[in-house]
């Protein structure tokens, strides 16, 4: 069934709309807090039962065994190697465990924790179907018209802050301090309402800032080989200290002992041309991006056009990759195939999320050989 949202006036989008006319204006509004974004794409997994708290707690990343009614938090389902899997926003509302997900991944989800549930007190759910999420910003009219509502539940976005038994490796401010997205949720026939209620905001103002806020996406940044550490996740969906639990191991290992393989970084794109990569994009060192023979040194995972900072983008570089080195970015439809001729090269300077140095927060002293 389609979103009401769609059907507002100069909607473009299929699932949802990435824009209604206006991205620039809708993303300035949307980060005043006066506008909305319609996420009925996207996923939402019910747990019910007793042990549902303890359940998830002991296969997830985060702490959940005390998570009050009303407080949300963020965890990541990991695979056995630590690889990231699921990414699941979390509240519970006393009764039920409610986990938001990205687009494509409730079904999947659900049916690992129904295969997961053995004799525990546990029900799980997908009501992807009868419940729908919208997005807003703290500061101006759409939380509080939102609210007015009455949303089944709503979920505060913790990526302001380093959650407890997290950690963060950017160095110095973070650029997410000021972060304050919420998430309500609503029965899906209460959606054309919804739309009434709230001027719009589309996808592209949302991609745009997250990018610029360094807010990692399940379903936009992450790859089959990605870890939580590359994306600087420990700080709002990892407990480093709350005991077993699935890919744990890799989790422990990397952040006391290692370094994540890549890490996530945002670029400022040189906006002469006005030509934005696409998602898969290739990243060189400068001065190699125009050699075919030239190894890429990353890859662009989304990029967007910021109303204050111009071309942004996410980039998964090489640790190895020097945090002051300028880079340059393959345009093109086809720059994220390395045998495609090169179409153009769009010079990228890097803002450090993930340093060089994250990781090895524990100094094993070396023994002596005999």
Excluded at 17 to 32: K, M
Excluded at 38 to 55: E, F, Q
Excluded at 280 to 307: M, Q
Excluded at 324 to 349: C, F, K, N, Q
Aim: aromatic share 6%; glycine share 8%; charged share 20%.
């Amino acid at each position: 069934m389609a979103s009401p949202f769609l059907s507002l006036p100069g909607a473009v989008g299929e699932a949802v709309a990435l824009h209604y006319g206006a991205p620039v204006q809708e993303q300035r509004a949307l980060d005043e807090g006066n506008a909305a974004v319609d996420l009925s794409h996207r996923g939402i997994v019910t747990v019910g039962g007793a042990d549902r708290l303890s359940w998830l707690n002991s296969m997830t990343s985060q702490h959940l065994l005390n998570l009050a009614p009303g407080e949300s938090t963020e965890t990541l389902l990991l695979d056995p190697n630590g690889r990231i899997e699921h990414a699941m926003r979390v509240v519970d509302d006393g009764e039920t465990t409610w986990l938001l997900v990205d687009e494509g991944s409730a079904e999947s989800l659900a049916a690992f924790l129904n295969r997961m549930r053995f004799a525990l007190r546990v029900e799980v759910a997908d009501v992807s179907q009868d419940f729908a999420a919208v997005l807003a910003f703290a500061g101006g009219t759409a939380v509080e018209a939102l609210r007015e509502l009455q949303p089944t539940v709503e979920w505060a976005d913790p990526w302001a802050e380093v959650a407890r038994g997290g950690a963060q490796y950017a160095h110095g401010a973070h650029a997410g301090a000021s972060w304050s997205a919420i998430q309500f949720v609503f029965p899906s026939d209460r959606l054309a309402e919804v739309s009434r209620a709230v001027s719009p905001a589309g996808l592209m103002a949302l991609d745009a800032l997250e990018i610029r806020a360094w807010r990692p996406s399940r379903a936009a940044d992450v790859d089959e080989r990605a870890i939580p550490h590359e994306f600087d996740w420990l700080r709002s969906a990892v407990h480093l200290t709350k005991g077993c639990y699935r890919g744990q191991e890799t989790v422990a290992k990397v952040h006391n002992l290692g370094h994540p393989p890549r890490r996530l970084v945002m670029l400022h794109l040189d906006g002469s041309e006005g030509e934005l990569p696409v998602a898969g994009a290739l990243v060189f060192r400068e001065g190699e991006a125009s050699d075919p023979d030239a190894r890429p040194v990353g890859r662009i995972t989304r990029a967007a056009l910021h109303y204050e900072w111009g071309g942004i983008a996410f980039a998964l570089l090489k640790r190895s990759v020097p945090g002051d080195v300028t880079l340059a970015v393959r345009a093109g439809a086809d720059a994220a195939d390395p045998a495609a001729p090169v179409e153009g090269v769009i010079a990228a300077a890097q803002e450090m999320i993930v340093p060089t140095d994250a990781g090895a927060t524990r100094t094993i002293p070396k023994l002596k050989r005999l």
